[in-house]
């Protein structure tokens, strides 16, 4: 079993919808949790950071962790075609070495 | 700032040949991380320094591999022989504290024949 899971996609969704993407991990250790987007041939980028437990809400994204069911969430509201990437997640013990989930492609059509 | 720099942004070589894949850290980034990229394994971490040591190169996969940080401002990835199942997207990022926000570089697509 690896340590971060996340479906690979692809997932379509038509420009305007809301968007969930999600990861479940087996480290109950993890506190800082991430998501990075990665638009093609470039590297990724961090999208959201949160650590331990909880929501937060940065314009139309929004990041949640359930700890105690090992399982991190980021929903995209209003999606547009420049939302179009790959998103991963990430996590870490102490915030240095980063554990990734494979990556979720996002197509938004317009 | 000009962002972590990595060099060759593309490299085709013949098995056997030997590798180099350089990075440049941003400025005061204590951390420096080397990560391969294949779309059956995702993203792997391989190595990762602090001020410069090498701190856990556990994900290095072969002695074939080997990485350095002379010092605060260059870091290697070496491959030699390389192998055709070495072919990735070989990414340098880097992090200012112990926790914080990793910066990507753009990558080093390596196609090994």
């Known amino acids: 079993q690896k340590e971060v899971e996340q479906d690979p996609g692809p997932l379509s969704v038509p420009e305007g919808a809301i968007v969930s993407l999600n990861c479940t991990y087996s480290?109950?250790?993890?506190?800082?949790f991430m998501w990075y987007r990665q638009y093609s041939r470039k590297g990724p980028e961090l999208l959201m950071y949160?650590?331990?437990?909880g929501n937060k809400e940065d314009g139309r994204f929004t990041a949640q962790v359930d700890k105690s069911s090992k399982y991190i969430s980021l929903f995209i509201r209003d999606s547009q075609p420049s939302d179009s990437a790959t998103y991963l997640c990430?996590?870490?013990?102490?915030?240095?070495?980063?554990?990734f989930g494979a990556g979720t492609i996002l197509r938004v059509k317009s | 700032d000009a962002g972590v720099i990595q060099s060759p942004r593309h490299e085709v070589t013949e098995m056997g040949q030997e590798v180099t894949l350089r990075c440049k850290p941003i400025?005061?980034?204590?951390?420096l991380f080397w990560y391969r990229q294949t779309m059956m394994r995702g993203l792997e971490l391989l190595i990762y320094?602090?001020?410069?040591?090498?701190?856990?190169d556990s994900g290095m996969p072969e002695d074939r591999f080997s990485a350095k940080m002379p010092n605060a401002s260059f870091s290697t990835l070496k491959i030699q022989p390389s192998e055709p199942r070495d072919s990735a997207v070989y990414f340098c990022?880097?992090?200012?504290?112990?926790?914080?926000?990793?910066?990507f570089g753009e990558g080093s697509r390596l196609t090994v024949l």
């Open positions: 480290n109950s250790a993890f506190q800082y």
């Open positions: 990430a996590m870490s013990l102490y915030g240095n070495k980063l554990v």
């Open positions: 949160t650590y331990s437990s």
């Open positions: 320094f602090n001020n410069n040591v090498p701190i856990d």
């Open positions: 990022a880097t992090l200012r504290n112990r926790a914080g926000e990793l910066f």
């Open positions: 400025s005061g980034h204590d951390y």
